[in-house]
């Protein structure tokens, strides 16, 4: 959280966790896909299912889909952009347990393929949380220029990512690993305080024990 | 944020021997990693906003449903009378708070501030005081800051959602923060700000958000005014020397403990108190058959 998290963002009505928060979400999950969202099923949780069609929350996840931001003019519209870009979308009710009152499940897949199943909660003034990807725990913001490692568990993985991190001068902010159980997949999460070049990117997915790479790059978010 | 009490930021104040203001730009240079003249061109971008949104409210817009709009021409009209009882200044900010909750409420473009359902208050109390008190800019700016570093540690020791803590996380939040802002403008220190975020905030203490058809309308437009107003006393206070006995960082607290212990049919779920009642839950079943019959 930062001070325009306070004052700001610049914004489109009519809530700030309800829209706006629902517009970055949508735009977080838009930028992890990194390719353009052919399929949304946009499953809404507690507020979000009670209260989400008077505040254009249904709305407000389509547009950030489709890589709206927050004060777009188009967001009152974007169910039509949807259309005319070709992006299928159908809504839910759900029930996701313990989550945050306000949290959508989204089950993406692009024009080429990618599938996405990603958790996310908005936490009220626009900022939201991501928390699980692709099945697997996650915590983190999307205010920072984040790497997600999808990976085998066992040792030295760490130690692979973060030195290649180094080598860049990127510094890391907050790291987070996860896994379903001893030696099986896990996922890394490191948010960074600048962005990790595209070579990085590729030269870790190569590496023997990693699954996937996904990343959030703030580059296009900067006005 | 470097800062988890009021107190704090005022006490580096004091030491250093700086404003407020400059303590907390100084925080956002340090997180953000920006210089100082990029972090002050987005607050200023932030208040020219804040502006535009004022100046392009419309005055035959209502929102999606029907419940909210006009209501801010309606009180400028009646100003312009000379009758108000609440005199130009105060009047000027009941008509700014709830042009900008209605604006919001028909999906303009608003600035979040700390939230969009309260994104009137500090806009109404700001302006206001700009237009009557020919303050240039710069000054305006200093004291967003001000308000920025109040809502900061309130985000950072409380909520500012409603769905986490009722309307007194969102309009308790916006007016401890505009008032804040207001106590710095009319020349106070470190701590006229604290005291005049302290006295708002507590004003506001246990209110509920209670919307009906859980839309950010109703009562939410017009709780932007009593925010602003409450802004504007609660400064004004601060000024005349009157203390919080509460200290501020101590009513934030106390705000959380009642957010969290604030029943969820009163947290922005549409289910209790103005929600509830018969009328509004007409609101919500005509709404509910409107929909349901596209």
């Not at chain 1, 489709?66 to 974007?78: A, E, H, V, Y």
């Not at chain 2, 009758?83 to 008509?95: E, L, P, T």
């Not at chain 2, 969102?170 to 505009?178: L, N, P, T, W």
Request: glycine content about 12%; overall charge negative; proline content about 3%.
């Amino acid at each position: 959280m930062n001070l325009f998290d306070i004052i700001g963002p610049v914004m489109v009505g009519p809530s700030s966790s309800h829209t706006a928060g629902a517009v970055r979400i949508g735009y977080v999950a838009h930028l992890l896909l990194a390719e353009p969202v052919k399929k949304a099923d946009i499953c809404l949780h507690g507020s979000f299912r009670a209260t989400g069609k008077g505040h254009g929350t249904d709305r407000a996840l389509v547009a950030g889909l489709l890589g709206m931001q927050t004060d777009d003019g188009r967001i009152p519209n974007s169910l039509q952009v949807a259309e005319e870009a070709g992006m299928e979308v159908d809504f839910w009710a759900v029930e996701l347990g313990d989550v945050h009152p306000n949290s959508v499940k989204l089950l993406l897949v692009g024009v080429n393929g990618k599938r996405l199943e990603l958790t996310a909660s908005s936490l009220g003034g626009g900022r939201i949380r991501v928390c699980e990807i692709n099945g697997l725990t996650a915590n983190f913001s999307g205010e920072y220029p984040t790497l997600i490692v999808n990976n085998q568990d066992r040792p030295g993985i760490v130690n692979e990512v973060t030195a290649t991190l180094a080598g860049e001068n990127v510094n890391i902010a907050a790291m987070q690993l996860y896994r379903s159980k001893r030696g099986s997949s896990a996922v890394m999460i490191l948010e960074c305080d600048g962005e990790i070049p595209q070579e990085d990117l590729q030269q870790l997915k190569s590496l023997p024990g990693i699954l996937d790479v996904a990343y959030l790059s703030l580059k296009e978010t900067e006005e | 944020m470097g800062f988890h009490r009021l107190e704090e930021i005022a006490a580096k104040a004091k030491q250093e021997q700086k404003p407020f203001w400059e303590i907390i730009i100084e925080d956002d240079l340090s997180e953000r990693m920006v210089t100082r003249e990029e972090s002050f061109a987005k607050m200023r971008h932030m208040y020219e906003m804040m502006k535009k949104a004022d100046r392009e409210y419309e005055a035959e817009l209502t929102s999606a449903s029907g419940l909210v709009g006009k209501d801010g021409a309606r009180m400028q009209q009646y100003l312009e009378t000379g009758n108000s009882m609440s005199g130009s200044f105060m009047g000027q900010v009941m008509a700014k708070a709830l042009k900008m909750g209605e604006s919001n409420a028909c999906m303009k473009r608003i600035v979040a501030a700390p939230t969009a359902g309260s994104c009137g208050v500090i806009p109404a109390a700001f302006l206001t005081y700009q237009e009557q008190y020919q303050v240039a800019d710069e000054k305006m700016i200093q004291a967003l800051y001000v308000a920025a570093g109040i809502g900061m540690v309130i985000a950072e020791r409380a909520f500012i959602a409603g769905a986490t803590g009722g309307c007194q996380a969102e309009i308790g939040s916006a007016s401890a923060m505009a008032a804040g802002g207001l106590a710095y403008l009319s020349g106070g220190g470190e701590d006229e700000i604290l005291h005049a975020a302290a006295i708002a905030l507590k004003n506001l203490l246990g209110l509920v958000c209670d919307p009906v058809a859980g839309l950010v309308e109703v009562p939410c437009v017009k709780r932007n005014v009593i925010g602003a107003v409450n802004a504007v006393a609660g400064a004004d206070m601060a000024i005349a020397g009157i203390k919080s006995r509460i200290p501020a960082d101590e009513v934030i607290d106390a705000m959380r403990s009642v957010g969290i212990t604030m029943p969820s049919a009163l947290k922005e779920t549409g289910e209790g108190g103005l929600a509830a009642t018969p009328a509004g839950k007409k609101v919500t079943d005509g709404l509910n058959q409107g929909s349901n019959g596209k």
